[in-house]
């Protein structure tokens, strides 16, 4: 932890004053930055040969925000108010230098300088929506002065971090220098200021922009609109909204008022919490006790994918995407053609997007080759398998692959429950054998779980970490067991909820309760999306489960118009008289009685079961942490960020509530059903996985 003094340091160029931050990783304004570049501007500001200042940062970035750490702790002088007050007070011209990222309280400090330069790798952004925020130091006040209402909406609800060629057009830097050059580039946009006493531009004293939005509030009433879907369930972007409002609305006191109030509430929130926790959460997932950062990476330049159906062309995708040759094997011509087109089709829709363009499609594409030889595969670094989920045909694949692909390879498996310790039986090199479990679809989804075996060595573990990184995943690591982290998870959820139906709820009933909740689909709903026939065979179908049933009745899913829902010409779903007849029959002929059950009962019924085998994968070690836990289901499975996942969701609910509702709850959960002796130790000394270390 450093000091005014060591994170910040003042040297006099000529007649500038340049004030450079040096706290990694990222600058922060942490409480020795902010006493750092407040007692370096005051000083600047008393010495009468400096005529202007330069505030710039070490390191790989500028100022990337507040200090998150410092978060929920009390605050410690010098707010940062004053610290942007001196600086947009200042008698004399300041000027910030950016590079690297200008983000949140970094970039609203940058915009109480009278001036910004940057280099063209630079970023500016105000991403607290992210951590369920908005910018609380006169951001929201201070950009749409600049960039206007419409683009500070887009800005603050998205969080995008925006280059820095596009920030010069908006007016948010005025100059850009040459990459390399950014101190020397500063300092004579500094001496020219003062040569041409130039103004000292006070951000806060611009009205035009945000005058244009007055008197429009169709803006933010048509943005609301546009965006209800995306912001469903959260606070913040809301919450951002009615503070771009006030800066059109008000004077800017008043709007910076405003914005404090919202923003204090939004810090006092719970999904505020959550979303700061997943903030840490996705950046531990990274970090593997036993598999050190300076583990030796297998150097990966060639993949080899076998299987080009849906999730071997969504892996493709992937590295293709960032520049690496795929070779893609098949069985058959038709198939491997097929799986070709999807890829092609995909690209093209991106393109018609306007998320790439036609030379990114055919670049990506030229990277793509197929074959229907596994000896093509020979020389890649990194093979990963993705054919049917069949025990022997995996087993046979990987001992064809074990005598093909040459010595320090990976070989890797898309199985999404198999064991992969069974797997690595079938080849000579186990140590090189590992899950990565993608999620379709695979170039779509941001998890991929990787799943260590018994024998899996560490260089293997640590790339295909370094890999998913690379790719653009988030990734967390799992031990192997029946469905790894996720799966096995959702498994207990869907067993309550079958179960649930016996009892007298209605799909519908469950499906709306998580929808509510924040899931973007319920079970039932997912699996009509999926297809009712998946593993399903005419000829085994015994009328033995309500899905089979259904099947039987040719009710397969969307695809077939019906399900669990009735569907209508645009995949409409609705509650189904039909369904609810073939639930109530299955009922009378088990000799159930249908019984109301609340939505509170089917949260529970359905959440609390998932946060139990959570704390099982916990104390098996399965996975190392809880919240890896979390950040699987928050990036594979839809939960709501704004809840932190199901072992944060836990925390919040209390861990001792949860073991007493499961015990309420008794045999309804099911003969097979057990308490986790972790969650119940927890419990009962009053503690919380976060505790876990
Ligand atoms: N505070 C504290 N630590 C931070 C941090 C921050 N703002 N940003 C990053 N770190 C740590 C991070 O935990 C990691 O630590 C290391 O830096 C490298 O990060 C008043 C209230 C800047 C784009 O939301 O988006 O300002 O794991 O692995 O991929 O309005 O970090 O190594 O121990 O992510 O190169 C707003 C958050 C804050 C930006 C770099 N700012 N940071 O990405 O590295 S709220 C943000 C990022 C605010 C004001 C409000 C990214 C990055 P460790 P990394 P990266």
């Given at each position: 932890?450093?000091?005014?003094?060591?994170?910040a340091?003042?040297?006099?160029?000529?007649?500038?004053?340049?004030?450079?931050?040096?706290?990694?990783?990222?600058?922060?304004?942490s409480?020795a930055?902010?006493?750092?570049?407040?007692?370096?501007?005051?000083?600047?500001?008393?010495r009468?040969?400096?005529?202007?200042?330069?505030?710039?940062?070490?390191?790989?970035?500028?100022i990337?925000?507040?200090?998150?750490?410092e978060?929920?702790?009390p605050p410690?002088?010098?707010g940062?108010?004053?610290?942007?007050?001196?600086?947009?007070?200042?008698?004399?011209?300041?000027?910030?230098?950016?590079?690297?990222?200008?983000?949140?309280?970094?970039l609203?400090v940058?915009?109480c300088?009278?001036?910004?330069?940057?280099?063209?790798?630079?970023?500016c952004g105000?991403?607290?929506?992210?951590l369920?925020l908005?910018?609380?130091?006169?951001?929201?006040?201070?950009?749409?002065?600049?960039?206007?209402?419409?683009?500070?909406?887009?800005?603050v609800?998205?969080?995008?971090?925006?280059?820095?060629?596009e920030?010069?057009?908006?007016?948010?830097?005025?100059?850009?220098?040459?990459?390399?050059?950014?101190?020397?580039?500063?300092?004579?946009?500094a001496?020219?200021?003062?040569?041409?006493?130039?103004?000292?531009?006070?951000?806060?004293?611009s009205?035009?922009?945000?005058?244009?939005a007055r008197?429009h509030?169709e803006?933010?009433?048509?943005?609301?609109?546009?965006?209800?879907?995306?912001?469903?369930g959260?606070?913040?972007?809301?919450?951002?909204?009615?503070?771009?409002?006030?800066?059109?609305n008000?004077?800017?006191?008043?709007?910076l008022?405003?914005?404090?109030?919202?923003?204090t509430?939004?810090?006092?929130g719970?999904?505020?919490?959550?979303?700061?926790?997943?903030?840490f959460?996705e950046r531990?997932?990274?970090?593997?006790?036993?598999?050190?950062?300076?583990?030796?990476l297998?150097?990966?330049?060639?993949v080899?994918?076998?299987?080009a159906?849906?999730m071997?062309?969504?892996?493709?995708?992937n590295?293709?995407?960032?520049?690496?040759?795929?070779?893609?094997?098949?069985t058959?011509?038709?198939a491997?053609?097929?799986?070709?087109?999807?890829?092609?089709?995909?690209?093209?829709?991106?393109?018609?997007?306007?998320?790439?363009?036609?030379?990114?499609?055919?670049?990506r594409?030229?990277?793509?080759?197929?074959?229907?030889d596994?000896?093509?595969?020979?020389?890649?670094?990194?093979?990963i398998?993705?054919?049917?989920e069949?025990?022997?045909?995996?087993?046979?694949?990987?001992?064809?692959?074990?005598a093909?692909?040459?010595?320090?390879?990976?070989?890797?498996?898309?199985?999404?429950?198999?064991?992969?310790?069974?797997?690595?039986?079938?080849?000579?090199?186990?140590?090189?054998?590992?899950?990565?479990?993608f999620f379709?679809?695979?170039?779509?989804?941001?998890?991929l779980?990787?799943?260590r075996?018994k024998?899996?060595s560490?260089?293997?573990?640590?790339?295909?970490?370094?890999?998913?990184?690379?790719i653009?995943?988030v990734?967390?690591?799992?031990?192997?067991?029946?469905?790894?982290?996720?799966?096995?998870?959702?498994?207990?959820?869907?067993?309550?909820?079958?179960?649930?139906?016996?009892?007298?709820a209605?799909?519908?009933?469950?499906?709306?309760?998580?929808y509510d909740?924040g899931l973007?689909?319920?079970?039932f709903?997912?699996?009509?999306?999926?297809?009712?026939?998946?593993g399903?065979?005419?000829?085994?179908?015994?009328?033995?489960?309500?899905?089979e049933?259904?099947c039987?009745?040719?009710?397969?899913?969307?695809k077939?118009?019906?399900?669990?829902?009735?569907?209508?010409?645009?995949?409409?779903?609705?509650?189904?008289?039909?369904?609810?007849?073939?639930?109530r029959?299955?009922?009378?002929?088990?000799?159930?009685?249908?019984?109301?059950?609340?939505?509170?009962?089917?949260?529970?019924?359905?959440?609390y079961?998932m946060?139990?085998?959570?704390?099982?994968?916990?104390?098996?070690?399965?996975?190392?942490?809880?919240?890896d836990i979390?950040?699987?289901w928050?990036?594979?499975?839809?939960?709501p960020?704004?809840?932190?996942g199901?072992?944060?969701?836990?925390?919040?609910?209390?861990?001792?509530?949860?073991?007493?509702r499961?015990r309420?709850?008794?045999p309804?959960?099911?003969r097979?059903?057990t308490i986790?002796?972790?969650?119940?130790?927890?419990?009962?000394?009053?503690?919380r996985?976060?505790?876990?270390?």
């Open positions: 932890m450093g000091t005014a003094d060591t994170v340091s003042l040297a006099i160029d000529g007649h500038v004053a340049v004030l450079m931050l040096d706290s990694p990783p990222v600058n922060a304004l409480q930055v902010r006493e750092g570049i407040l007692n370096g501007v005051n000083e600047a500001i008393a009468p040969e400096v005529e202007a200042v330069v505030l710039i940062c070490d390191g790989r970035t500028f990337a925000g507040a200090d998150i750490t978060f929920g702790k410690r002088a010098p940062l108010r004053e610290v942007q007050d001196a600086i947009e007070n200042a008698p004399k011209p300041v000027i910030a230098a950016i590079h690297g990222t200008a983000l949140g309280g970094g609203e940058a915009l300088c009278h001036y910004r330069v940057a280099v063209p790798s630079a970023r105000l991403p607290e929506v992210n369920g908005l910018p609380g130091a006169g951001g929201t006040q201070r950009l749409p002065r600049i960039v206007g209402a419409p683009k500070a909406l887009e800005m609800t998205s969080g995008q971090h925006v280059g820095a060629r920030c010069l057009a908006m007016g948010l830097v005025d100059e850009i220098v040459p990459e390399g050059e950014l101190r020397a580039g500063a300092v004579a946009l001496r020219r200021i003062v040569a041409e006493r130039r103004p000292l531009k006070k951000v806060r004293e009205d035009d922009k945000v005058a244009a008197g509030p803006i933010f009433a048509d943005f609301r609109k546009a965006n209800a879907r995306k912001f469903r959260f606070l913040a972007p809301e919450y951002n909204i009615r503070c771009i409002e006030a800066a059109v008000l004077p800017f006191d008043e709007g008022k405003v914005e404090r109030q919202l923003f509430e939004l810090m006092q719970t999904q505020s919490a959550a979303q700061r926790y997943v903030f959460a531990q997932a990274w970090k593997i006790p036993d598999v050190p950062d300076d583990t030796p297998v150097p990966v330049k060639k080899g994918i076998i299987g159906g849906t071997g062309g969504g892996i493709a995708m590295f293709a995407g960032v520049g690496l040759p795929v070779t893609l094997v098949e058959r011509q038709d491997l053609d097929r799986g070709l087109a999807v890829i092609r089709r995909n690209y093209e829709n991106s393109a018609r997007r306007g998320r790439m363009t036609m030379v990114d499609v055919d670049r594409m030229a990277l793509l080759s197929g074959s229907l596994l000896r093509s595969l020979a020389d890649c670094d990194l093979v398998e993705a054919v049917f069949n025990m022997a045909i995996k087993k046979e694949v990987f001992a064809r692959l074990d093909i692909v040459k010595p320090g390879a990976i070989l890797a498996t898309n199985t999404s429950a198999l064991d992969i310790d069974e797997i690595a039986t079938a080849v000579k090199r186990p140590e090189a054998v590992i899950g990565m479990h379709s679809p695979a170039n779509v989804m941001r998890l779980e990787v799943v075996a024998q899996t560490r260089p293997v573990i640590a790339t295909a970490m370094q890999t998913a990184r690379k653009g995943k990734a967390a690591l799992s031990g192997v067991c029946p469905g790894f982290i996720g799966n096995r998870i959702l498994a207990a959820r869907t067993q309550q909820a079958q179960a649930m139906l016996m009892e007298g209605m799909p519908w009933d469950i499906d709306r309760a998580l909740f973007p689909m319920g079970p709903a997912m699996s009509d999306l999926a297809g009712l026939d998946i399903w065979s005419k000829e085994a179908s015994r009328s033995s489960t309500i899905r049933v259904l039987e009745m040719g009710r397969r899913g969307q077939t118009g019906a399900g669990y829902y009735d569907y209508d010409e645009q995949r409409n779903a609705k509650p189904s008289p039909v369904t609810e007849q073939v639930i029959d299955f009922m009378a002929k088990a000799g159930g009685t249908p019984r109301e059950i609340s939505t509170e009962e089917i949260l529970e019924r359905c959440l079961p946060i139990n085998e959570g704390a099982k994968i916990l104390e098996e070690g399965i996975a190392i942490r809880a919240s979390d950040i699987v928050i990036n594979g499975y839809g939960w960020v704004y809840r932190g199901p072992m944060f969701y836990g925390d919040t609910v209390g861990l001792a509530t949860i073991v007493a499961l309420a709850f008794g309804k959960l099911g097979q059903f986790s002796p972790l969650l119940e130790k927890l419990a009962a000394e009053g503690r996985f976060q505790d876990l270390r």
